[in-house]
């Protein structure tokens, strides 16, 4: 899931990422590749504008197990890593282009947020 959290980590808005976690590399890998997607969501009219914390929270469907444990830092203790912010503002266009580059050990490479003011 991509998230929008404030400041104290509440998620107020969430979307399902396009990209398939179920095999995300071949299995030919050596480790090195990468693979990337790109989300397009549009948020909701109740969300207020503002700066909001760019997360991604890998959870079991089942919820069954914890969330995903990545090879990244500041992880939250609901199990999220936040990667930058956004601005949202009054009568946005949707937030376009959220690219999340996922590496074969688990992390998050690197990742652009663009909105719309």
């Known amino acids: 899931m991509v998230q929008l959290r404030t400041d104290d980590m509440k998620v107020v808005w969430q979307g399902k990422s396009a990209i ?4 995300p590399f071949s299995d030919t890998s050596t480790g090195d590749d ?4 790109t989300d397009t969501f549009t948020l909701s009219t109740n969300l207020a504008p503002g700066i909001y914390h760019v997360c991604v929270q890998i959870n079991d469907p089942a919820h069954v197990y914890a969330s995903l444990a990545l090879a990244n830092t500041g992880r939250t203790q609901d199990g999220a890593y936040c990667l930058g912010v956004v601005t949202v503002c009054m009568g946005a266009a949707p937030v376009q282009d959220t690219d999340i580059v996922w590496q074969q050990s688990k992390s998050l490479r690197s990742h652009r ?5």
């Open 113 to 117: 947020f663009c909105g719309y003011c």
């Open 34 to 37: 990468t693979t990337s997607t």
């Open 20 to 23: 398939d976690l179920q095999k």
